[in-house]
């Protein structure tokens, strides 16, 4: 198996995936990307929706992240990638993605988070939905003012334990002593990355990154601005997509 190569499914991951073609003839599955630059809240809004939408929440960096734990042959691939710097490879990924997707438990669809991330991903996603006689995914695209994501990503702080990690809000989440981690009592910090300057950088290079992605999705007519802003919060976010797939499943 050299880089690019990936296993093939076994014949009980061919059946299941025959069986969910022959189900999504008759009732359309309902495949959902998140998209968001940093701090939208992709992955808080993808795990709320999941529950009310009655849909899996597949994020691709978890599925990565978990064949490197488990040491898996893909897994090794994956770690190696990872080190070069580089995403890992779009078929180590699609791979994934698929095998997950095919799963029966799935047949209602999934909340994607991580994914597409490039216009080759989204044209790859397109043609697989399309081979299961499929549609074009929805896409809800969280957008954030530079000036509430200054104060989101500004006020963060992080555990300087690398392997806590946690994280906490100087005002929407302090954490409980002053400067202290809750959960393992080591020193907070705030990252480098999180100063205004470099959030602005990491929001444009996130906004020219996308910015093909995002014209694919909308020329297709398939790509839903969502506001998030400090002030509405998380709650707000959660009700402007409920309603949005309402009035979506209403057209359909
Ligand atoms: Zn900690």
């Known amino acids: 198996m050299n880089n690019t190569t990936v296993p093939d499914f076994t014949w009980k991951e061919k059946l299941c995936e025959r069986l969910l073609e022959f189900v999504w003839r008759f009732r359309k599955p309902t495949f959902l990307i998140v998209m968001g630059g940093p701090g939208a809240g992709k992955g808080t809004l993808s795990s709320s929706l999941s529950p009310a939408l009655n849909l899996a929440h597949i994020s691709t960096g978890n599925l990565l992240r978990k064949e490197v734990a488990r040491k898996t042959e893909i897994g090794a691939k994956v770690e190696e990638v990872m080190k070069s710097g580089g995403f890992a490879g779009d078929r180590i990924t699609l791979y994934l993605l698929k095998r997950e997707l095919i799963r029966l438990k799935n047949w209602r669809g999934a909340i994607l988070d991580g994914y597409p991330r490039t216009d080759l991903q989204a044209q790859l996603l ?38 806590c990690g946690h994280t906490y809000h100087v005002s929407f989440q302090p954490p409980r002593a002053e400067g202290i981690c809750d959960s393992c009592g080591s020193e907070l910090i705030r990252r480098p990355d999180d100063e205004p300057d470099s959030i602005r950088n990491r929001l444009k290079e996130y906004t020219s990154k996308t910015a093909p992605l995002v014209r694919f999705y909308r020329d297709y007519n398939r790509l839903f601005v969502i506001k998030s802003t400090n002030k509405g919060g998380k709650e707000d976010v959660l009700k402007q997509v409920l309603e949005l797939m309402k009035q979506q499943s209403a057209e359909d």
């Open 126 to 163: 397109e043609q697989m939905l399309f081979d299961w006689g499929l549609d074009l995914p929805l896409v809800v695209m969280i957008e954030v003012s530079e000036e509430d994501l200054i104060e989101r990503l500004g006020g963060r702080l992080t555990c300087s334990n690398t392997s």
